[in-house]
């Protein structure tokens, strides 16, 4: 089965925005995965233009203005091309306007065997749940879990203090496209503000921003992330989260979030939507 992807792309070029981008802090918002998804298209195309055949290593976004449920436009600035590491920045507008930025870093792989360096958590990595993709309805994209009651059934999500865990479906970026590991892993990177700051009250922080590195890009049909770090005063959480697929741990990612009247969360497809 072919899932909904979050926009369409218009004979102009521009990205169109689709029932699964629309965001649970509003009608006329955009999801922030879907905003993540549209810069990452966009730096890993230009990488891949440049063809230094190097590697993601970072992604970084900042989220400013609330993008809206209309067509945007993207733009990439190479700020350096190296045989070893490739730098840019790019910015998505609506209407002539900057909405929310990226910057991004390409590096070159090896063939180093390792080393022997503290291997940091690997048993921070939850066993993974028993899934087909197959028998997943479209606007079902994610199985919670936490510490005290392991994963959950499809779609229940845990509204209490405990560390939490997700296993998610990637969406693809754009309809027709098959989106790749790093496109994959910066849309669902977003969602390490649920796992880090839902709590009995529902999502009472948005966030501003999110910073993923990878060692290496997840590969297979789900992402996972689980919270792994919190601190939270004056209305401001920084935390982060461990992110993994079926082989193991593949990057981190953290994020700033800011105090908001609470919302509970509501898989997209499941949102009413009309253009």
């Not at 004979?11 to 922030?32: E, I, N, Q, Y």
């Not at 993008?67 to 920045?89: A, F, K, Q």
């Not at 919670?144 to 203090?161: I, K, N």
């Not at 922080?205 to 919270?227: E, H, W």
């Amino acid at each position: 089965m072919t899932r909904s992807a979050l926009f369409a792309l218009t004979d102009s070029g521009t990205l169109r925005p689709l029932a699964r981008a629309v965001s649970g802090w509003g009608a006329d918002h955009m999801r922030g995965m879907a905003v993540a998804g549209a810069l990452a298209r966009a730096v890993e195309s230009k990488a891949t233009e440049l063809g230094e055949n190097l590697v993601p290593g970072r992604f970084t976004l900042d989220l400013f203005r609330p993008v809206r449920m209309t067509d945007l436009s993207t733009e990439v600035t190479v700020v350096r091309n190296g045989r070893r590491l490739c730098l840019l920045d790019a910015l998505l507008l609506q209407n002539g306007e900057v909405m929310a930025r990226a910057s991004a870093s390409f590096v070159a792989p090896s063939d180093s065997s390792g080393s022997s360096a503290w291997p940091g958590t690997p048993d921070l990595i939850p066993k993974l749940p028993r899934v087909d993709l197959a028998s997943l309805p479209d606007e079902s994209e994610r199985i919670y879990g936490t510490d005290s009651r392991g994963w959950m059934p499809l779609d229940e999500v845990p509204y209490d203090a405990d560390r939490k865990w997700v296993w998610m479906v990637p969406a693809p970026v754009v309809e027709g496209e098959v989106p790749t590991g790093f496109q994959a892993a910066a849309s669902c990177a977003d969602v390490v503000s649920v796992v880090a700051n839902l709590d009995e009250h529902g999502l009472g922080f948005i966030n501003t921003d999110l910073t993923m590195t990878l060692a290496r890009q997840p590969v297979g049909a789900f992402i996972g992330l689980v919270a792994n770090s919190r601190t939270e005063a004056a209305g401001v959480s920084a935390a982060s989260a461990a992110m993994f697929d079926a082989e193991g741990a593949c990057g981190l990612v953290s994020a700033t979030s800011l105090s908001a009247a609470p919302i509970m969360l509501t898989p997209p497809m499941k949102l009413r939507y009309e253009r």
